[in-house]
């Protein structure tokens, strides 16, 4: 059964390969949510890492996800 996944990204010189590590696993949304929320307000100023919730089958498959590379959204004129 399919979960939801929070990561802890640590930022990569070449971004090649994401440093990343699991945190916690969480059945709805609304959890896994609010605790990665709860990792960015309580994490160190100095620190550039990202928490990042993904929804995925197993750790494996999170991992996959989180690690493609996905191309920027195209802005328009008023967004810019």
């Known amino acids: ?3 939801y996944f929070v990561y802890k990204i640590s930022p990569t010189i070449a971004n090649l390969v994401k ?3 699991m945190l916690e696993e969480f059945e709805t949304y609304k959890e ?3 605790y990665a929320r709860e990792q960015r307000m ?5 620190s550039q ?3 990042k919730v ?3 089958e197993n750790p494996l498959d999170a991992e ?4 493609e590379h996905r191309e920027q ?4 004129e008023w967004e810019k």
């Open 1 to 3: 059964m399919a979960s």
């Open 19 to 21: 440093p990343m590590e």
């Open 32 to 34: 896994a949510r609010n």
């Open 42 to 46: 309580n994490r160190d100023n100095s």
């Open 49 to 51: 890492s990202t928490f």
């Open 54 to 56: 993904i929804f995925a």
């Open 64 to 67: 996959e996800k989180l690690g």
């Open 73 to 76: 959204p195209i802005l328009k």
